[in-house]
């Protein structure tokens, strides 16, 4: 079985999917972490990686940008490829000041201005919730492997928040007491598909830039700093299994 999107035959996918946003990403991850992977998919560029991690199957893909190109191929992975947990993995820029260059930001709840869910599904809604059961197995993780994450509120974008005309007055209408963490553009759509189809997703994500951070990372802190997020989704991806 293949979608328009994806050439991969059911089983080819495990169960739980690691979703960074750059395909050379999902290949770098499987060059360095799995063993025996197998490309399963590269229509489109849009590369998906199936191997062994700590010698359990877990697949890594890439979703691309913006909230659109996630919406097509987690929808697709939960109906057609029976996924059942999808964790996003990716950058944002940090919202707070006591955060720190890469540090790790797990979603709670994400809030958009998109209607993507009116669009999809006819439902007005504009805050969508990550699964609480797999947040806490990617916190109890994070703690058994002394990585230090920052749970919390997050906004997601129909565009690149760096290049709004004025960002202070999107910031203007965020709802009263919801406090964003940081910014991304992909998690609303992640979150809601799962909701509506009875699933599983959750989101981590290192933050890149701050209007608080002036430091510019090394190529030495970058992969550093990635690969902590990475492990961190991989060890817990599997411990799902």
């Not at 060059?31 to 590269?42: G, H, I, M, R, T």
């Not at 909230?67 to 947990?85: A, H, R, T």
């Amino acid at each position: 079985m293949s979608t328009a999107h994806n050439e991969a035959n059911l089983g080819d996918i495990a169960k739980t999917v690691i979703m960074p946003g750059d395909p050379l990403r999902a290949k770098y991850i499987a060059e360095n972490f799995l063993d025996d992977a197998k490309l399963v998919n590269s229509v489109r560029g849009m590369y998906c990686y199936t191997g062994l991690y700590n010698g359990k199957q877990i697949s890594v893909m890439a979703h691309g940008m913006g909230m659109p190109s996630i919406g097509i191929y987690c929808y697709e992975l939960y109906k057609f490829y029976d996924v059942q947990n999808i964790i996003r993995i990716g950058s944002c820029g940090g919202y707070l000041p006591e955060l720190e260059l890469f540090d790790i930001i797990l979603s709670k709840s994400v809030f958009s201005e998109s209607n993507f869910a009116l669009t999809l599904n006819n439902e007005d809604c504009h805050i969508v919730n990550s699964n609480e059961e797999l947040n806490n197995v990617i916190k109890n993780v994070a703690d058994k492997h002394n990585i230090k994450i920052y749970e919390g509120n997050t906004i997601c974008t129909d565009c690149f928040d760096l290049y709004m005309a004025d960002s202070s007055k999107f910031m203007d209408r965020i709802p009263d007491g919801f406090n964003p963490a940081g910014v991304e553009m992909e998690a609303f759509a992640l979150f809601y598909i799962a909701k509506m189809l009875n699933k599983k997703a959750s989101c981590l994500m290192s933050v890149v830039d701050s209007k608080y951070i002036d430091k510019v990372a090394t190529a030495k802190e970058r992969e550093t700093g990635l690969n902590n997020m990475i492990k961190l989704a991989l060890n817990a991806g599997i411990s799902l299994n």
